[in-house]
């Protein structure tokens, strides 16, 4: 298993404002992916991160919005640029664990968005 | 691209069985994964099958029919902390996941 920290927890921000997300797991992972939760939805696939190299982004997000870091094997950064009130969401961060199945992802408790 | 269908909601009584049907269509994938999330919390893993046939972990189970592109979730002996969101979702080999819609199971006494 895996157990990972997220923070903030959650956070009111202004229209226009970025935000940077940490989140940090106590064991060295390969590949970290950033989803994102909007209200009652489901939970849609960001980026996924490796460590040394660029993030990859999935259709529909883009770096110049979601810059993401990873500077080691066990923390990466999501950072929310030049926020608007459609950017409130739960932001989760995840990983595979050591040894487990490629189906099974832990999620951190996710950081929760409000944009005014 | 890939696309997944579940039922947006399910209501049963304590002690009953609910099975939740996943359709999906994709080009390929590596297995099919089942999720829990209780309001305002993380997403977390039930089930995954990477072959045809049934899994079962305790009061859970969960089926796969590639032939079918058709899995589901079994829900045993349901009590009321069941009472959650559950989403099915594809994995690739990498281990990314794409996820359904949800299906919201409430359970009454």
């Known amino acids: 298993s895996a157990v990972i920290s997220q923070k903030p927890s959650r956070d009111i921000c202004q229209r226009g404002t970025s935000l940077t997300i940490q989140c940090q797991v106590d064991?060295?992972?390969?590949?970290m992916f950033w989803y994102r939760q909007q209200p009652g939805q489901s939970l849609t696939l960001i980026a996924t991160?490796?460590?040394?190299?660029?993030?990859?982004?999935e259709s529909g997000f883009v770096i110049d919005k979601f810059p993401i870091s990873r500077p080691n094997l066990t923390f990466s950064t999501l950072t929310v640029s030049n926020m608007s009130p459609e950017d409130s969401s739960i932001y989760l961060c995840?990983?595979?664990?050591?040894?487990?199945?490629?189906?099974?992802?832990?999620f951190g408790e996710g950081s929760r968005l409000t944009v005014l | 691209g890939q696309s997944l269908e579940q039922p947006s909601e399910v209501t049963a009584v304590e002690g009953a069985i609910v099975q939740i049907n996943c359709t999906y269509q994709?080009?390929?994938?590596?297995?099919l994964s089942w999720y829990q999330q209780h309001d305002g919390g993380a997403p977390t893993f039930l089930s995954y099958n990477a072959l045809d046939g049934l899994e079962e972990t305790g009061r859970f189970s969960s089926f796969l029919s590639r032939s079918d592109s058709y899995g589901y979730l079994l829900l045993q002996e349901l009590q009321m902390k069941d009472s959650a969101s559950y989403f099915c979702a594809l994995s690739d080999s990498w281990g990314k996941l794409q996820f359904g819609a949800g299906t919201q199971v409430v359970v009454t006494p």
């Open positions: 991160a490796n460590q040394g190299s660029e993030a990859t982004y």
């Open positions: 994709t080009s390929g994938f590596y297995g």
């Open positions: 995840s990983v595979g664990g050591v040894g487990s199945s490629t189906g099974e992802l832990f």
């Open positions: 064991s060295q992972v390969t590949m």
